[in-house]
């Protein structure tokens, strides 16, 4: 069993350790969004700081990523690691922003921890002493390499 501290502005936020792929880890603030159906986002001002797009990383061009928070741009690729406390993600899927405006382009924080990951935990979120802990369950320790897809649906007014 794991804790990590916070909340950044209502919403459970989790201090983690990434690394990135041939490089040093960057510790960071994420805000866990289990609404997300994602694994890792990081946000522009992050991944810019931090060269994370930088040569040799093989990513793919994000096509129609989006949320609560609006659209999103960027680039697919994996970290090599992501550490939580005593718990080590291995090569997670993750989002590397290039919003310039919104969310994901926020400074205060390095990203999003998805449902992809969340799902590998039990979740106690404990409003009330400030804290989160964390589980292991039957599923974590395996590969992220399943695609997965979603599906967009926009209503429009029949008169346009």
Not at 41 to 49: D, M, R, T
Not at 104 to 120: H, K, M, P, W
Not at 125 to 143: G, H, K, Q, V
Request: hydrophobic residues 40%; contains cysteine.
């Amino acid at each position: 069993m794991g804790e990590a501290p916070g909340q950044e502005v209502g919403h459970p936020s989790i201090e983690a350790e990434l690394t990135p792929s041939g490089a040093l880890p960057i510790k960071g603030k994420f805000v866990l969004d289990i609404g997300s159906g994602g694994a890792l986002s990081l946000y522009s001002p992050f991944v810019a700081e931090h060269r994370l797009l930088g040569s040799g990383l093989k990513t793919i061009r994000s096509i129609g990523a989006g949320g609560a928070g609006g659209k999103t741009t960027g680039q697919i690729g994996r970290v090599s690691e992501l550490k939580i406390g005593r718990f080590k993600i291995v090569s997670p899927i993750t989002l590397f922003s290039e919003d310039k405006a919104g969310a994901f382009a926020s400074t205060e924080l390095a990203g999003n921890i998805g449902q992809q990951l969340a799902c590998r935990f039990k979740l106690f979120l404990d409003y009330n002493r400030e804290r989160i802990i964390l589980e292991p369950t039957a599923n974590f320790s395996e590969p992220f390499d399943r695609a997965y897809g979603g599906l967009a649906i926009s209503a429009e007014d029949k008169d346009k």
